[in-house]
């Protein structure tokens, strides 16, 4: 499984930020996905996942209501999108797979996580 995540840059605190992780896996519907991010002198942290079938998701306490963690099984894709980022959100963010029978199971360390991304920078500023 190969993961390209896209959509990094530089952003303002309050405008609209979408990542996209495109994924080239045989069967992508049978791979939870998730964002982690890294800040610079940081470790890496989850942000979001989101089951097989995109009916169940989790995010961390630090992004809840303000990141959404979305897929489409037709486009092998996986997006976070947030309307009001802050500052605070700048990191390099990865997006990572792992496969799992489970249709509504969601993952939260990253050990637990099989494949992942090269990471976009997101910059937010003030």
């Known amino acids: 499984v190969q993961l390209q995540a896209s959509g990094g840059g530089l952003v303002q605190a309050g405008a609209s930020l979408r990542l996209s992780c495109a994924a080239s896996?045989?069967?992508?519907?049978?791979?939870?996905m998730a964002w982690f991010r890294q800040a610079p002198g940081k470790e890496r942290e989850f942000v979001g996942a989101?089951?097989?079938?995109?009916?169940?998701?989790g995010y961390a306490d630090s992004v809840k209501g303000r990141f959404t963690i979305s897929r489409d099984n037709a486009k092998n894709t996986v997006y976070l999108q947030s309307d009001s980022p802050k500052p605070e959100d700048t990191a390099n963010y990865y997006c990572a797979a792992v496969g799992t029978t489970a249709w509504s199971r969601i993952f939260w360390n990253p050990g637990e996580y099989s494949y992942w991304g090269q990471g976009t920078l997101v910059t937010v500023s003030s």
């Open positions: 989101v089951s097989r079938s995109g009916g169940a998701t």
């Open positions: 896996a045989p069967s992508f519907s049978n791979y939870v």
